[in-house]
């Protein structure tokens, strides 16, 4: 009687050390995904990116000057490094990562204008708008 009630005891013993390990990686692994999840989901990357993509393709003058504004706003608020957005006019740098003021005088409102945007695909930017290419036509 007696080597049973040890053997139930050992038992528990045991059954409680597994039930506390699996407790503290169960704690563990939800704290390391907290700490990981740095990148956006993808209903948080698709509301990035339709701030700027609703302006693609062809726009006139007045659109452009529009989305220069989108832009500084964005990068205005955006701590993240990653998460601000560079434009270039015919392939010069006109809107910086640290721009203050949007450069709407580049713009001439009655032209024509082409969209194109480059997606960032390193670090916390990946499948982010990182770069607007605005081409004159």
């Known amino acids: 009687m007696e080597n049973a009630s040890k053997a139930l005891i050992i038992a528990g013993a045991i059954l409680l050390a597994i039930l506390i390990i699996s407790l503290g990686i169960l704690i563990y692994n939800q704290a390391a995904g907290v700490v990981n999840n740095n990148a956006m989901s993808e209903v948080e990357r698709q509301n990035f990116n339709t701030r700027f993509t609703q302006y693609e393709g062809t726009q006139r003058g007045t659109t452009v000057r529009a989305l220069l504004q989108a832009v500084l706003s964005n990068n205005l608020s955006q701590d993240d490094d990653d998460r601000k957005v560079v434009v270039t006019l015919d392939g010069k740098s ?44």
Do not use: W
């Not at 580049?106 to 997606?119: D, K, L, P, W």
């Open 94 to 137: 006109i809107m910086s990562e640290g721009s203050t003021s949007a450069p709407t005088s580049e713009i001439s409102t009655g032209a024509t204008y082409g969209i194109s945007f480059v997606y960032g695909s390193t670090g916390g930017n990946t499948g982010l708008v990182d770069t607007i290419n605005i081409v004159k036509k």
